[in-house]
């Protein structure tokens, strides 16, 4: 696959591409290339990406290895949203279900408007409504043809 070597994104999505078409090698060699790219980012996604490709091959060790990087990489009480979900995910393959609802708890969305507001959604400005932990605001619910009360589950 013809890629910028150094589009992140790109990179990191040839990888769930090739897992999903049961390549792991070539997954395991998007891995390692989006780990090469994101040198300056955080690591957790290529870090994890790699554990899920050594775990394919049978070597768990490698991949508990991988995933400790990873969350050497994290504050574990204030995670990333990609730090959460990318070792949540990792340690469920690794059948850590505890340590994987763990990082999921610790997850704190931050809070957003559904406008194109460029100030905080804390501000209170009127015409449209902050999203916050609960679920999508009305507002939302109703762009998406969804006219319950309550969060979206």
């Known amino acids: 696959m013809a890629l910028d070597p150094v589009l992140v994104t790109a990179r990191e999505v040839a990888c769930q591409i090739a897992f999903a078409l049961g390549r792991v090698d070539e997954a395991e060699r998007q891995a ?35 995933v400790r990087q990873a969350i050497a990489t994290a504050n574990p009480d204030t995670p990333t949203k990609h730090q959460a979900v990318y070792i949540a995910g990792a340690l469920a393959a690794l059948g850590d279900t505890t340590g994987a609802v763990r990082w999921l708890a610790a997850l704190r969305p931050r809070e957003t408007c559904t406008s194109s507001c460029t ?8 015409g449209h409504t902050p999203i916050g932990a609960r679920g999508f605001s009305r507002r939302t619910r109703n762009e ?7 969060p979206i589950t």
Do not use: M
């Open 32 to 66: 390692a290339a989006l780990q090469r790219a994101a040198v300056s980012q955080p690591q957790e996604i290529a870090l994890t990406a790699l554990a899920h490709t050594r775990l394919a091959h049978g070597d768990t060790a490698a991949a508990r290895a991988l």
């Open 119 to 126: 100030s905080s959604a804390i501000h209170g400005c009127a």
């Open 144 to 150: 998406l043809g969804d006219s319950r009360s309550g």
